[in-house]
């Protein structure tokens, strides 16, 4: 059994009742995970691979570029301390979701921009911030949004050694690097 690393939870239970997951993909894994661990509300995050083909793909099957997968993180996060609306403000800004199968130097599809969905409600709204983002994007001088917006769809987690990456190794690389335009947040985080 894993344990996550900072928050000393089994990380391969079901999805405690009264808690929401959400599945992103930003790029390389490590640091987009580091990001969603740090607010509050969050009650797991796990690296992995979710959107191909190929069954509990290994990393080194998912760098080859041809398992169809992305690298993304899975988050258990608690609604009524962090919303799914700030969720997707953490995501817009912090990735940039309009170069394709890329994310600076990362190069090929497992580092796509993914948004993959567990219900009508979270569908709705991530298909309507993508729409307000791709806008003020456009404003900006940037081009058309290349996220993928999908249902559910199975989730694989990498191995152990890739779960908290960057607490085991202060030093890892991190990709992460937004576009520096803000996203709206329509609904504030619940009290």
């Given at each position: ?27 390389c894994y490590w640091g987009v995970e ?34 169809g997968h992305a690298e993304v993180v ?118």
């Amino acid at each position: 059994m894993t344990t996550h690393a900072i928050f000393n939870r089994p990380m391969d239970e079901p999805v405690p009742q009264g808690m929401d997951q959400a599945i992103f993909g930003m790029g390389c894994y490590w640091g987009v995970e580091r990001l969603f661990w740090k607010q509050n509300g969050i009650w797991l995050t796990q690296v992995g691979f979710a959107g191909g083909t190929v069954e509990n793909p290994t990393y080194e099957q998912v760098k080859t570029g041809t398992t169809g997968h992305a690298e993304v993180v899975r988050i258990v996060f608690d609604s009524s301390k962090i919303s799914y609306d700030h969720l997707l403000q953490l995501f817009w800004e912090n990735h940039d979701p309009t170069q394709g199968d890329r994310q600076g130097n990362d190069m090929g599809s497992q580092y796509r921009s993914l948004i993959m969905t567990f219900n009508d409600s979270q569908h709705a709204v991530a298909e309507a911030s993508k729409i307000d983002y791709d806008n003020r994007l456009a404003v900006a001088g940037f081009g058309k949004i290349t996220t993928q917006i999908t249902g559910p769809a199975p989730f694989w987690p990498a191995h152990e050694a890739h779960q908290q990456y960057l607490e085991k190794n202060p030093d890892g690389y991190c990709g992460l690097k937004g576009t520096g335009v803000e996203a709206s947040m329509p609904n504030p985080d619940p009290i």
